[in-house]
């Protein structure tokens, strides 16, 4: 039976247990529970395997010569072996979840808080998703009006386009280049002008669709009159 399975959470791994259980130690031994000596070097022993492997694969110092507790740490360190890391840290897990019984209780603790986060998480995520939907589909409608209101731009430019031409040589004879800004300036009076009133006449006929109205007036372009400026 796995560690995690003892304290019936599904949701944190063997490694998070472990991490958790070493900052457990860290925080509370000496202050919310006591170990004995021995139990305490045997623990700080496993945290030393879990990190570097066995003694014998490990670059130490030397000790020295009234380091009593340094070598006692060794001692036990070295009476673990070969076993590996992974195993190190299961072991140390275990051994805390018997020696501290409110280890179990923070382990709880910290599974409803992940499961919490998780779901926060899943909400944020959620959440953006449909932002970057609704920003799309703007982005749609924006980029279609702007095709629709080009087409029928062109169209009411094809239309007059002889008859702002007449009147712009009528006004600067000789000066293509006045004749060309004349030219872009009425067109865009007439388009703007065009727009208005079939905004009007769509106020005064109930209708509200956008998209239905543009599509109307670009097929209804040569029906309207153009009037001279």
């Known amino acids: 039976m796995s560690n995690i399975e003892e304290v019936e959470v599904?949701?944190?791994?063997e490694e998070e247990l472990y991490k958790l259980a070493v900052s457990y130690f860290k925080?509370?031994?000496g202050k919310s529970f006591h170990i004995a000596y021995q139990e305490k070097l045997h623990l700080v022993a496993l945290t030393q395997q879990a990190s570097h492997g066995s003694i014998e694969s490990a670059s130490l110092p030397a000790l020295g010569t009234f380091?009593?507790?340094g070598k006692e740490r060794r001692s036990a360190w070295e009476a673990l072996g070969n076993i590996?890391?992974?195993?190190?840290?299961?072991?140390?897990?275990s051994k805390l979840l018997y020696l501290c019984p409110g280890?179990?209780?923070h382990i709880i603790i910290a599974s409803k808080e992940k499961e919490q986060l998780q779901k926060s998480d899943e909400t944020k995520l959620k959440e953006q998703q449909q932002l970057e939907i609704k920003a799309?589909?703007?982005d749609e409608e924006k980029l279609r009006e702007e095709e629709q209101r080009r087409a029928i731009q062109d169209a009411l430019n094809q239309q007059t386009f002889q008859q702002f031409k007449s009147y712009a040589e009528q006004q600067y004879p000789g000066n293509v280049d006045q004749q060309a800004v004349l030219i872009k300036q009425l067109q865009e009076q007439?388009?703007?002008?065009?727009m208005h009133q079939l905004y009007q006449k769509q106020q005064c006929s109930g209708e509200s669709?956008?998209?239905d109205t543009i599509e109307m007036s670009a097929s209804n372009i040569e029906n309207n009159t153009i009037e001279s400026n």
Not at 10 to 13: K, P, W
């Open 209 to 211: 669709e956008v998209s």
């Open 27 to 29: 925080d509370n031994e």
């Open 103 to 105: 280890f179990k209780d």
């Open 67 to 69: 380091d009593i507790i």
């Open 10 to 13: 599904d949701n944190i791994s």
């Open 136 to 138: 799309k589909i703007r």
């Open 190 to 194: 007439h388009y703007y002008q065009y």
């Open 84 to 93: 590996s890391k992974e195993e190190a840290k299961g072991r140390f897990s």
